[in-house]
């Protein structure tokens, strides 16, 4: 295990897997078009498209494991169509030659039947949008020589996590205490995971070759409503709670009519029409991890925001 870590994408998944392979001791080569990334003696920063076969090869050199975190970039099927297979045979091209596994963060945009609770043994052929795209990717890594994880998560909250349900559109507005309008049902369970508990299932499926060329999922704790969640970000800030709205799913699928980028995002809102509940009980066992608390998430998740209100 002490061949480099390649790390491509440094967003927060990227660059939280960046830093906890960095505080484990492990060298790490971070792979983004701009050269961010966090400052840790262990991580150096390269300026690659990992798109590009020819900019990602050498960049490859001497990798023993490859956590893809690179995203489309835009919120668009279309987008994700153009951009994100091609990266993805790259790196798994460039990840072969040079012996080392792919470990992917996964969404649950491909599972058939959301409503019906989602374990790893779960229907993944969702077709159409975005949620096609999601089972194709799934369906080339499955076809892939180069050995495979997918670690699949739920809606993410933590720190830098911004564009995100329990991000952006709620934490500051709690921490402000300006009402909070959630998307559809406010009182549905819903399941969200925090982003380090990821990516510690990240990092550990990297080490252990008997779980290659499956599809776990994250450790996340027991599904909550979105109100609760917005009371778990108030009960660590210490304020009180604001009040939660909700916006019905019918005024977002009307408002795609004229907006492209709600018309993108009006695929998702089934996801808040019926309690959407991923169980990480299995893979919890077999990686030998737990998620991180609520309340001790939500803590850390406000002290991040907390320096940005």
């Given amino acids: 295990m002490n061949t480099i870590k390649i790390v491509t994408g440094a967003g927060p998944v990227g660059w939280t897997v960046a830093s906890q392979l960095a505080e484990a001791g492990h060298h790490v080569r971070l792979l983004t078009r701009s ?3 966090p400052d840790h003696p262990l991580v150096e920063r390269h300026r690659v498209d990992v798109g590009n076969p020819v900019q990602l090869a050498p960049a490859m050199a001497g990798a ?4 893809h975190c690179i995203h489309g970039s835009r919120y668009s099927s279309d987008v994700w169509r153009r951009e994100l297979p091609g990266a ?9 030659e040079a012996g080392a596994v792919v470990i992917f963060p996964e969404s649950l945009y491909s599972y058939s039947n959301p409503e019906e609770g989602m374990t790893e043994n779960s229907s993944r052929q969702a077709s159409g949008g975005k949620r096609g795209v999601r089972t194709e990717l799934l369906a080339a890594r499955e076809a892939s020589k180069t050995p495979t994880v997918s670690v699949v998560a739920s809606d993410f909250f933590g720190p830098r996590v911004r564009a995100a349900h329990a991000g952006d559109r709620m934490v500051p ?6 009402r909070v309008q959630v998307v559809g049902n406010a009182d549905l369970p819903h399941s969200f995971t925090y982003v380090p508990d990821l990516a510690a299932a990240m990092v550990r499926a990297a080490e252990r070759p008997e779980l290659w060329n499956s599809v ?4 996340t704790n027991p599904a909550i409503t979105q109100r609760a969640m917005v009371h778990a970000f108030a009960s660590a800030a210490a304020v009180p709670a604001p009040k939660v709205g909700a916006i019905p799913g019918w005024t977002i699928r009307a408002a795609g009519v004229f907006s492209a980028d709600m018309r993108e995002f009006s695929e998702t809102v089934y996801q808040f029409r019926a309690p959407f509940i991923m169980d990480s009980a299995a893979s919890q ?5 737990s998620p991180i608390p609520l309340a ?4 850390q998740t406000v002290q991040w925001w907390r320096a940005r209100v």
């Fill in 296 to 299: 001790q998430a939500a803590q």
């Fill in 216 to 219: 776990l999922h994250a450790p």
């Fill in 88 to 96: 993805e045979q790259s790196v798994l091209a460039a990840a072969g």
């Fill in 285 to 289: 066992e077999l990686l030998g991890l």
């Fill in 173 to 178: 507005l709690v921490l402000t205490g300006k």
């Fill in 64 to 67: 023993g494991a490859v956590f």
């Fill in 35 to 37: 050269g961010s990334g």
